[in-house]
DNA sequence: CTGTTAGCGCGTTCAG
DNA sequence: CTGAACGCGCTAACAG
C-alpha cells in the first residue's frame, strides 16, 4: 500500500496545533461549535502544514462528494458547448464539480458513462439523451437525475421548445409562397426532433403546405451534405433541417449544384449555433441552451437539498431569427 | 448521517455469498486469486443483490481514485471540443473519468480549479494554461499533470507548432507580393500566441516583410471585429489572427467596410476550426488538438503507471490550409 | 486458496 | 466547548 501523497492530514494538524482531530474538523465544517480562539490556531497550523481538506475521506463519511456529472451526446457539435459552460458555472456557484461525459451519439456508450459515473457523483444531467426510456428511469431511480430535452413523466425535466420557433417558420416560408417543403429529420431516438417534426406537421396542416421528411440521420456537416440529392428529388422549394449543422452541410451542396439560395431555394436551420457565419447567412430557430443548462443544475441542486425529487417540467420557448437562407418560392 | 444510498455492500454479499469481505473483494479486483468456481458463487450473489463496488472507499483505501481533470480556457473555442471528445476517449480506454473545467480565460479560475480538482484526481491535463509557470509547477508538484500547448521545462508538455504553419502563412504572403502585414496579437499569456508572433517575426525577416502587431485581445469574434480599424489604419495589405474566431470577425468587420476579401486585403487565421463555413472560405493554419488530448492522456497514463514523471516534450507540427482569403497584393 | 485484521482520512456521536 | 471512539466501504498485509 505504498503512497506517494503528501497528504497533510488532520492528524498532523491536530498534532500541530495541541488540540483533538474532531476539533480541527469542526474548525472546517462548523466554526462556530469553537473558540474563535482555538478556531484561528487551528487554522494557521493547517495553513502552515499546508494542509488540505481530503475530498475521498469525507464522501465516504459523508456520502456526498460535491460531484454532479453531465453527460452529452456530441461535444463537437456546437449547441452544446455554451450548455456545458452555463452548466459548470452554475455548479461551481454550489461548490460542485462536474464530470462531463461525451456519448458520440450511441446509446450504449451513454449506458455506461451514466453508470461509471453513478458510483462518484450526487446528481446527473443528462442532455439531449439518446437512451431508451427505460434504461433511463432505471438510471433516475439510482441518483437524481435531471433531463434536457427529453420528457419522462416523473423525471425533472427543461425542454427547449423549438417547436414554438419551426411553427414560425413554417408560417415564414408560407407567407413567402412555399408550398412544399422538406423535413431533414435528425436521429430518431431524439426527443428534439419528434418535436419539430410534429409541430411542422401540424402548422403544415393549418397552413395548407405539404411536408416531405427525410429519413433519419446523425446531424453533422456530412450528413446533411449527402441529403441533397434527396432533397432536390422531391421538387420542393424550401427545406427546414434538424439542426444547423446540418443545414449547413445542405447549404454547401447547394453550392456545389449551383442552386442559388435563396432565390432558387429556401433553407432554415435549427439551434441558431452557427450566428451569421454562413454564407448566405443561416435563417435559424434560436436556441436557449445555456439556459437549460443552468436551470438543470438549478433543479438538480434543488432536489439534493432537498432530498427529494419533485415533479417539474420546464419548458423554455423558442422564436424563428430570419436572415438571408429564406426568401420567396421561385415563380 | 442520513443516507439514502442503497448502498448494496461488501459485507452483504459476503454473507449472501458464505465468504469473506475479502474474497469478495479479491473476486472482483484479483479474480484469478480464486478458485473459478468460488468466484462464480460471489458474482452470482453480487448480481442478486445488486452490488456495484463503491468508488469512493476504494479511492480512500488505495489512494488511486480513477479519475483525471482537464482544464481548458474556454469550451466554446471550436479548438477544444475536438481536444475534449479525444481526451475522454482515450481516458476511457484506461477506465478512467474526466473532470472538465472551463477557466473563462481567467487565470484566478484556473488556479482554482486546479485546487478543487487536485483532492480527487490522479492527475491532470492542462490544455492552454492562462496561468504563471510559478503556480503551475507548483501544481504540478503535487499531482502528475501533463501540459498542451505551454513549453515549462520539467513538465510533460505536447506542443502544437503552430509555427511551422504561421512561417508558411509568411512564405505564401510574400509570395503574393504583400510587404507589410498585420499580426492581430491573442492572450498575452499565451504560449501558442507567443509563437505564433515570433515565428511570424522571424519569417518576415528572412522575407524582408514588415510587421505590424497589435496589442492583445481575448480571441473572440467581438474582438476580432473591434480590431478592424485598427488593422485598416496601418496600411497593411494582408492580416495574421492568433486563431480562426477572431479572423472571422475580422472578416465580419471588413465587409461592412466594403474591404474586398482577398481582393483588397489578404487574411489568415490559425487553428482551422471553421472549415470552409465562412465567405470567403478562411486560409489558416491547421490544428492538431484532437491528437494532442489523445496524447497527453497518452502520457499521463504512462506517468500514473510508472509512478515517475519523465521529462517529455513533444511537438506536433502544423501547416497552412489556402482558401480563398488570400490573394495577390493589390497594386 | 481463503479468512482475519488493520487501517485509508474524516465526520460525528457520546461522554466529559 | 473539547477529546475519545466508532464507522463509512473497501483493500492489502498477514496468517492459516
Redesign the pocket.
Known sequence: ?I?R?K?V???QVAAEAG?????V??A???PD???PE?VERIMKAAQALGYV??HT??A???GRHGNIALVVPDIANPFFPPLIAATQLEADRSDFCVFLGNTEEKPAQEDKLLGRFAGQVEGLVLASPRLSDERILAHAAQRPLVLINRDIKGIPRVLIDSGSGVRQAAEHLAELGHRKIVYVNGPHTSWSNRERRSALRSAARKLGLEIVALPPIVPTYQSGHRTVDAILETGATAAIAFDDITAQGILAGLAEYNVAVPERFSLIGCDDVLGAVTYPALTSVSNRSAEAGRLAVTLLMEALQSGSIREARYVLETHLVVRNTTGPAPA
Chains 1, 2 share one sequence.
Open positions: 500500500m503512497k501523497d497528504g492530514t488532520i492528524s488540540v483533538a482531530r474532531s476539533s474538523s469542526r472546517f465544517r462548523h461549535m469553537l473558540l482555538t481538506p481530503n475521506a469525507r465516504l463519511s459523508t
